[in-house]
């Protein structure tokens, strides 16, 4: 046990980045900087987020239950308020679904600040549901749902990596393009 304690230092310290100062950096401040960069992020990437309304049935925008907030299913929504509806395959191309995903990660980040009060509490986007209305023969479900995953990429970095499933589904409500939902770690 006396040998071992020493080697576990010396692994703790390697670890350790130095910054520039000479002063080693810890776990903690790293987090720090990352947390508080997520509203500069938007404003670097010159994204707004939108209002959101009431939700239109008996259900919430967000349920936070422990370290885990659960994001319900959203469509696309443009500024004017106009939904992006049709069929991937007869009616919208990949890149309009593409966009189409993209605009549902806004409106499910403004959910998530909406829910939190501020976006630097996010410690990781887990999981996204992704589901696309398409034609039976559509098979690039993936390169929609690429449209809200890279956006939060660019948005957390690596903790915007998250686990995805993205279907095809005969229909959506309203006849919507995309409908997505996620769960999201929090601090």
């Given at each position: 046990?006396?040998?071992?304690?020493?080697?576990?230092?010396?692994?703790?310290?390697?670890?350790?980045?130095?910054?520039?100062?000479?002063?080693?950096?810890?776990?903690?401040?790293?987090?720090?900087v990352s947390r508080t960069d997520v509203e500069a992020r938007l404003q670097e990437l010159q994204l707004s987020?939108?209002?959101?309304?009431?939700?239109?049935?008996?259900?919430?925008?967000?349920?936070?239950?422990?370290?885990?907030?659960?994001?319900?299913?959203?469509?696309?929504?443009?500024?004017?308020?106009?939904?992006?509806?049709?069929?991937?395959?007869?009616?919208?191309?990949?890149?309009?679904?593409?966009?189409?995903?993209?605009?549902?990660?806004?409106?499910?980040?403004?959910?998530?600040?909406?829910?939190?009060?501020?976006?630097?509490?996010?410690?990781?986007?887990?999981?996204?549901?992704?589901?696309?209305?398409?034609?039976?023969?559509?098979?690039d479900h993936s390169k929609v749902i690429n449209g809200f995953s890279d956006l939060m990429v660019e948005v957390?970095?690596?903790?915007?990596?998250?686990?995805?499933?993205?279907?095809?589904?005969s229909s959506l409500p309203g006849g919507m393009a995309v409908e997505i939902e996620a769960i999201v770690e929090?601090?």
């Amino acid at each position: 046990m006396k040998k071992l304690i020493p080697l576990l230092c010396c692994i703790f310290l390697i670890g350790c980045e130095s910054s520039p100062s000479g002063t080693v950096s810890t776990a903690a401040e790293d987090l720090q900087v990352s947390r508080t960069d997520v509203e500069a992020r938007l404003q670097e990437l010159q994204l707004s987020l939108p209002t959101l309304g009431q939700p239109l049935a008996n259900y919430v925008h967000a349920v936070q239950s422990g370290k885990l907030v659960f994001l319900a299913g959203k469509g696309p929504t443009r500024a004017d308020g106009t939904r992006i509806n049709g069929k991937l395959g007869a009616d919208l191309t990949v890149e309009e679904g593409y966009e189409a995903a993209r605009l549902v990660g806004l409106q499910q980040l403004a959910a998530l600040k909406l829910e939190l009060g501020d976006l630097s509490r996010v410690k990781r986007i887990v999981k996204v549901h992704g589901m696309v209305n398409a034609t039976p023969d559509f098979t690039d479900h993936s390169k929609v749902i690429n449209g809200f995953s890279d956006l939060m990429v660019e948005v957390f970095g690596e903790a915007g990596k998250h686990a995805r499933a993205a279907v095809g589904m005969s229909s959506l409500p309203g006849g919507m393009a995309v409908e997505i939902e996620a769960i999201v770690e929090v601090y």
